[in-house]
């Protein structure tokens, strides 16, 4: 069996890996946690590693996803999708920023503060972030 797509056959064995954990852990708790949209997302996991590791192992499958892959259309939605996502995250992480400070400003309850660094390291680490690129891309380009 050879394997023309390792990506696609690592995701797979990723997927199926997860699926399998997923069933351990139900069958270790002896289904007392068991709830039917979880155990229906687990088959859904499993099911998608094991086409996933068929499409990987198909040259022509393989070579139809690369093609989809490499589709400059496909290529500039993904890159239009990242953006707006980390637009929405960056508004959504200032949003609880400035929510708990003002939870924690009205009440004193110390799970504001924790809440407060919950969002705040992953806001902050954003910030810096797109202030390093900003540089960065200000200098090469």
């Known amino acids: 069996m050879k394997i023309y797509n390792k990506k696609g056959w690592v995701l797979g064995m990723g997927e199926i890996l997860l699926g399998i954990v997923g069933v351990c852990i139900y069958v270790q708790t002896g289904f007392q946690t068991f709830d039917w949209k979880a155990g229906t997302l687990l088959i859904l996991l499993f099911s998608f590693g094991v086409s996933g590791i068929v499409r990987s ?3 022509e499958a393989s070579r ?5 892959q490499r589709d400059e259309r496909n290529q500039y939605i993904a890159l239009r999708c990242r953006a707006k996502t980390m637009e929405i995250m960056t508004y959504f992480l200032f949003a609880m920023v400035a929510g708990c400070m003002i939870g924690y400003g009205i009440t004193k309850d110390t799970a504001f503060l924790w809440l407060l660094i919950g969002a705040g390291i992953p806001f902050g680490v954003l910030q810096i972030v797109s202030i390093v690129l900003g540089l960065y891309y200000e200098r090469n380009q």
């Open 57 to 59: 192992c198909s040259k």
């Open 64 to 68: 139809e996803d690369r093609i989809t």
